[in-house]
């Protein structure tokens, strides 16, 4: 079992940035997919941004270049530094943690709340 936790989330102004913190309770290694998804009222959860650990990232065409998925392997630890945002950013954030080896791990976190105000 992988806990996730995450932090960083709240009220933020259009333009304004954030970061969100992800801690897993495992190592992450070189098989671990980090991923931040999103999912605002009445929508469905989607994909904002992966991060593989053999190094390539993956973003949503929506936060392309707005957004930046980092993580520090000996932390445990995936960020989602978001900048320039958007109302349409207002969403819950949720980690989610993926092994590319051991594929029936699939683990989220609990969800924090982003709103960007206008």
């Known amino acids: 079992q992988v806990q996730l936790v995450e932090s960083g989330g709240g009220l933020v102004q259009v333009g304004g940035s954030l970061r969100l913190s992800c801690v897993a309770s495992?190592?992450?290694?070189?098989?671990?997919?980090m991923s931040w998804y999103r999912q605002a009222p009445g929508k469905e959860r989607e994909l904002v941004a992966a991060?593989?650990?053999?190094?390539?990232?993956k973003y949503a065409d929506s936060v392309g270049g707005r957004f930046t998925i980092s993580r520090e392997n000996a932390e445990s630890t995936v960020y989602l530094q978001m900048t320039r945002l958007k109302p349409e950013d207002t969403a819950v954030y949720y980690c989610?943690?993926?092994?590319?080896?051991?594929?029936?791990?699939?683990?989220w976190g609990q969800g924090t709340q982003v709103t960007v105000s206008s």
């Open positions: 989610n943690y993926r092994s590319m080896v051991q594929t029936s791990d699939d683990y």
């Open positions: 495992v190592p992450l290694l070189w098989s671990t997919v």
């Open positions: 991060s593989f650990g053999t190094g390539p990232t």
